[in-house]
């Protein structure tokens, strides 16, 4: 795979598409990342990215993915999944131990998010971003239209040199050869592969916080990547498509 790394850029997404545009590079191919000055998330919320953390775009034709009969609800599982284990390669057994996902894609280290993914088409291609916070736990709002979830980072658990642009490529070449490799070799034809290694490191039971209010407790993800939870207040259980909680 093709993979460029650059000190900083405005977002890894928006030059993977300027490199898509350019005909520069053609997938598969990733772009990497120690800064951005213009990093998003999911519904356009704010991606603080500071030096020192990975952001990683890997794009990569859509249709391996659509002709394998995997539900393509069920990519930002397999995106969690690879995050989180790039990010155990980094960590002391203590801090694997802390380390769950949250669905359909977060990463988090005793209930504070790590890393994040962000997904979107360009033409015929897939955007695959991933940020992971390696050196600092950027701010988080507890309200308004950035609001999420308190942040960690993989130094808060590990000792890491005072420059990390080695480690931050490194972790980019792992995530970025692991996606590249499911596509090309071991997308399955049984969709609950995805759903059962998600599901492993997933804590079900334990309350969390919607986006618009009110607490809802996970209790199963069905075949599609849909996520079955109950209503606390109300005790009805609906299912969840998208990035409803916190």
Known sequence: MNFQFFDTVSSTQDKARSLLASRACSPPFAVCASSQSLGRGTSSRLWYSPPGNLFLTVALRAAPLFESGVPVTLLPLKVGCVAAE?????????????LKLKWPNDVLMDRKKVSGV??????????????VNVKTAPPVPDSGPNLGRSSTCVGDYTSLPDDCGEVVKK????IAMSLGLWFDEKLPNEPGDVVKEFAEQVEFGVRIKMREGGWVVPIRIERDGQLLVRVEDTGEEKLLCSDYML
């Open 171 to 174: 972790l980019g070449e792992d």
């Open 86 to 98: 790039a990010i155990r390669g980094l960590l002391p057994d203590e801090g694997e131990r802390a």
């Open 118 to 131: 962000l997904i979107e088409m360009e033409g015929d291609c897939l955007l695959i971003g991933v940020g």
